[in-house]
């Protein structure tokens, strides 16, 4: 029955991802995520776009563009792929943390019709890739925890550096996994146990991102210089306010969780417009604080057993990943919630899972609450194919991102 | 002994990824140091550092790119920065499609006296840029960042990275010598405000080695007085180069 379900919430991850995935026409990002790919991999050099993020991207798609062709197929199939395993990932994570064969269901239910991750994963952007790379980090530093299996926190640092590889928000996770694995270890009065968390937590990490960065160096760079151009792209993420074409609204962090937010892109392809908009689903997302509040308080009433222990790492690496955006003084735009709300999904799923057991007719309101979910998500679904304009009840949504010039004429 | 090979289990992979990060780490920098093309140096005026005379600065970029220089640091002194930027976003069609190409290559067929530097930059002739200009150039330069973001002053030089890659603006009393025989390109319109004995001086005194010095009759803007033309000349013979 388990694995029934399992293939079933896969299925359906597979199924909307990749249907017509081919003929949706490539954002301008794509585009540019290819001609950066070449023009980092044979010049060393980053940009055209998103130049301040690390390079895995380029590392991956310029083979893959080399051998297939830079067309919607080879540039997506990472992202898609991603997506698709990231799901099985975290319904597996929380499984391991909780144990709770209900909740790991429904959590990765939610990610599966998840209209922002399947809007990415139809993309060659690296923010589902840095997720799937996060929550593998995650699982295998877990498994490292409960079975003191030396490799798996290797196979956890080389994870999370490809993570660190694919976008910076990987190291906030890290930081949270290398500080319980060495302070477990410090505990033990462990010497050799420290030393190689911190190899395997940091050092591999940072290896894995490092040698990304082999075509930069190629330009004759030294350490020093590396060092430098980190600060530099540092500083330059730090005041990045946007392209004159990038929207204006919801663009603040602390908005995501308290009402619904989106992110809308356009092309022109063959005289048509199509529009793509990432947009949150209320019925999800909205109940993530208060199911984080929920969480906390049964930690506070609990502490100490190994179930509040579980919980409290859920809730930091929720808390690691999400505060510092929400700090931010730039734009956050609603990418970079794929890192969050993975881990926000989780926290809900569990608070529902565990009411629905408490609850006389709980099985049935989590049934019901389900399905209202998948109805939301499959009305938000033409958002993410790039069929916001063919639907006429999505008119207000798309309307709300059309471009600010646009309004003006 | 459980207990123990254990603890040789953590001391083995610490010790082999603590190695790994090492050899990574100087993989790196032996890659990225051998890449660059340095020829012995010398000091300006020395005869054994080749000089070459220009009339356009278009004509420096194809000398570097001809002696097939690269990793270099770039050393200016002009009035003009010649670093105009050729965005990589307008190179790429409308409808490419699945057409891709290298970027660097499509932006050179856009070279112009305007842009030679960046050139130098985008195409890997040049890791790092230093531009020194005259006084009076560099006041204006100054009160630009003040009001700018994307550069900043660091002990008085003006700091504004190239894609992470470091580029600096700078009077000549600013400037430290690098640590490398660099690419020296001089201007003539760097001689509207300055002297060439001075310049000459500065170079030698301060120790600035060349394996290289490309030396330009005209600006970017292609005027040039008879004031910057007679200075050039005397800078040219002081380096025992042919005006």
Known sequence: MMAAIVTAIMIVAIVLRCYHITEQPLQDDEVSAAFTAVNYMENGHFGPTMWFHPNLRNVVLYPLGEFFGYGPLAIRTVSALAGILSVLLLGLLLFQLTGDRRAALVAAFFLAVEEVHIMFSRQAVQETWTLFFILLGIVLFVGYEKRDRPWLLVLSGLAFGLGLASKLHAAFPLAVCALIAVTTAVKERSLPRAVFATSALVLLPATVYLATYFPWFLRGYGVGDFFLMQTNLLKAMAIHMGNPMDQTIDVRAWEWFLKPVGYGTFVLSQGKPFVSIAFTNPFAWLAVLPSAALIVHKIRKKSGDAESRNLLFLVLLFGASYLPLVVLPRPVWLLSALAVVPFGFMIVAYVFSDWSRRVRWGNNILVIYMVIVVISSLALYPLAIGKAKTYHYLSDITERFRPEFEQRQ | ?243
């Open chain 2, 1 to 243: 002994m459980g207990m123990d090979a254990t603890k040789r289990k953590y001391i083995f992979l610490s010790a082999g990824l603590i190695a790994a990060f090492i050899l990574t780490v100087c993989m790196l920098v032996i890659t990225g140091t051998r890449s660059r093309t340095p020829g012995p140096g010398g000091l300006p005026g020395d005869a054994v550092v080749p000089k070459t005379v220009v009339d356009q600065p278009a004509q420096v970029y194809q000398h570097w790119k001809r002696r097939e220089q690269h990793g270099r640091v770039v050393l200016s002194f002009s009035r003009t920065l010649d670093f105009i930027d050729v965005d990589d976003h307008s190179l790429i069609p409308r409808d490419s499609g699945d057409e891709v190409f290298n970027l660097a290559q499509a932006a050179e067929s856009r070279l112009d006296d305007r842009n030679i530097l960046f050139m130098a930059m985008r195409t890997g002739i040049a890791r790092e840029v230093i531009h020194v200009v005259p006084v009076s150039v560099y006041a204006e330069k100054i009160e630009a960042v003040k009001t700018g973001r994307e550069a900043s002053i660091v002990s008085g030089k003006i700091s504004a990275p190239f894609f992470g890659s470091p580029r600096w603006i700078m009077p000549a009393s600013l400037l430290e010598a690098p640590a490398e025989p660099v690419l020296l390109y001089v201007n003539a319109s760097y001689f509207l405000d300055e002297e060439p004995g001075a310049l000459y001086r500065q170079l030698r005194d301060k120790r600035i080695l060349t394996d290289a010095i490309v030396l330009c009759r005209s600006g970017a803007d292609k005027t040039g007085t008879a004031l910057e033309r007679e200075r050039f000349n005397s800078f040219v013979a002081m380096l025992g180069g042919t005006p």
